[in-house]
């Protein structure tokens, strides 16, 4: 949400809170690069776009999310650049184990075998 849907009170609030503790506005700051990021993938230049982002959240408040992504650096990146999603996979494992989690302790494998054919 951002400050101009905010409620009069709200606005207050948030313009106070900012000026007291001007640390959160740049986490806040970083937070809207970061979703602005993820929402502009898969694109090539989000390599360096991310590397920038990661100097830049260094030492903030953002520091242990930083940490996070750093550890995860190579998965993040193609997620970033790689126009391929494992989307549709994880809709169906998703299903499956919707339907094993429904059939637990009633029936032994033959019987869950057709239900899960009969939902394909």
Avoid: C
């Avoid at 949400?1 to 503790?21: R, V, Y």
């Avoid at 494992?86 to 998703?94: D, F, K, L, M, S």
Wanted: charged share 25%.
């Amino acid at each position: 949400m951002s400050a101009d849907e905010l409620a009069a009170s709200e606005g207050t609030f948030l313009t106070h809170l900012l000026t007291i503790a001007p640390e959160l506005a740049r986490a806040g700051k970083l937070a809207t690069s970061f979703a602005a990021l993820i929402r502009n993938a898969p694109d090539k230049a989000n390599g360096s776009a991310l590397e920038a982002w990661l100097a830049s959240a260094k030492g903030t408040l953002l520091d242990a999310f930083v940490r996070g992504v750093e550890r995860d650096h190579g998965a993040v990146l193609a997620a970033l650049t790689e126009p391929w999603s494992t989307g549709p996979v994880e809709g169906q494992i998703n299903r499956l184990k919707l339907l094993k989690r429904t059939m637990y302790g009633r029936a032994k494998y033959d019987l869950l075998r057709r239900r899960v054919l009969a939902a394909a």
